[in-house]
């Protein structure tokens, strides 16, 4: 199994940027991708960002290219999404989450995760 700890989440001005942080534990980290997807109240859950297990190949949803950056450290166990230039209407609950691939491969949907984090809160005022 994997234990996954987001953090970094916070209440910022519209423009502002936030760096959140996810933190695994358990099995190597570098044997799953990893997402991040949101949520705000009454919304489902959303993909943002991708990232393969060793190659790092990302993938973004369309509405944060250029804005946000997934990144990852095998060797911390630790992933990150640094998001900038935000926007009010991505005020959510930011997860990460892990899936085990044998191979590097982006994942976007989110019944494929295997294992979630318990979220962080991102606020963004405008």
């Known amino acids: 199994q994997v234990q996954l700890v987001e953090s970094g989440g916070g209440l910022v001005q519209a423009g502002d940027s936030l760096r959140l942080s996810c933190a695994a534990s358990?099995?190597?980290?570098?044997?799953?991708?990893v997402g991040w997807f949101r949520q705000a109240p009454g919304k489902e859950r959303g993909f943002v960002a991708t990232i393969t297990r060793s190659v790092g190949n990302t993938y973004y949803t369309d509405s944060v290219k250029c804005r946000f950056t997934i990144s990852r450290d095998n060797a911390k166990n630790m992933a990150w999404l640094q998001m900038n230039s935000l926007r009010p209407e991505e005020t959510a609950v930011y997860y990460c989450?892990?899936?085990?691939?044998?191979?590097?491969?982006?994942?976007?949907?989110?019944?494929?995760?295997?294992?979630w984090g318990q979220g962080t809160q991102v606020t963004v005022c405008s």
């Open positions: 358990g099995r190597p980290f570098s044997g799953y991708t």
């Open positions: 989450a892990a899936a085990y691939a044998l191979r590097d491969v982006t994942i976007t949907a989110a019944n494929e995760y295997t294992y």
